[in-house]
């Protein structure tokens, strides 16, 4: 992978990116996703954000190699704290857990004035994304899942709008994700499949528990479990 040559999974989150937008990467590792975006038209500009020491680096040296320093950015500090306020209108964040990705953009609420577009890509806990969405006014435009490498992952697209538009059945789709239901590809089965498995295997496990905490945890999964088997079954 490379400026020229992403993978699957960062592809389809540049794929998402209007032309001509202004771009904030957080936790661009590499630079590859901007550079990238930059050299096929997608963006104007950038600012890309590491906390640590060792991607920050890497990602300035790839933005140095491609000759590219005069309209990206790459700037040291925590989530959305390396962008200033109305200086950026997309904002992607690929690669992290759903928990992280919420974390970031409730801490940099008020960096998303004049933002447009959110493109996120949670490796795990894409409901927990999905509700930070609802909870702060962000439309769901768009979902897409994938495999790549033996790993599942799943991209959202937000823009600012009505929150409770693409949920018919809300609690069981902020878990499934109400675009990825609607089209149920061969990647969508696969996953939650292994998920009810996981989930069965965790309730045989918990099959004699006493104490109230596993009890509560085997109950909320038999819950969930028949909830999603009654979904899918549709």
Known sequence: MN???????????VSFIPKGSILADIGSDHAYLPCYAYLHGYITKAVVGEVADGPFRSAKQQVEKCGLSHVISVRKGDG??????????CVTIAGMGGTLISNILEAGKEKLTAVKRLILQPNVGAHIVRKWLLE?????????????????????????????????????????????????????????ALEMNHWRDVIEQLKHAKKEEAMKKKHQLIETLRMVEEVLKR
């Open 80 to 89: 959305l704290q390396v962008v200033a306020s109305n200086e950026v209108d």
């Open 136 to 192: 702060n006014g962000w439309e769901l435009m768009d979902e897409r899942i994938l495999e790549e490498d033996g790993q599942i992952y799943e991209v959202l697209v937000a823009e600012r709008g009505n929150p409770y538009r693409p949920y018919t059945q809300l609690h069981v789709e902020l878990l499934l994700g109400p675009f990825l239901l609607k089209e149920r590809n061969e990647v969508f089965e696969k996953k939650w």
């Open 3 to 13: 400026e020229l040559q992403l993978s699957k999974r960062l592809q389809t989150v």
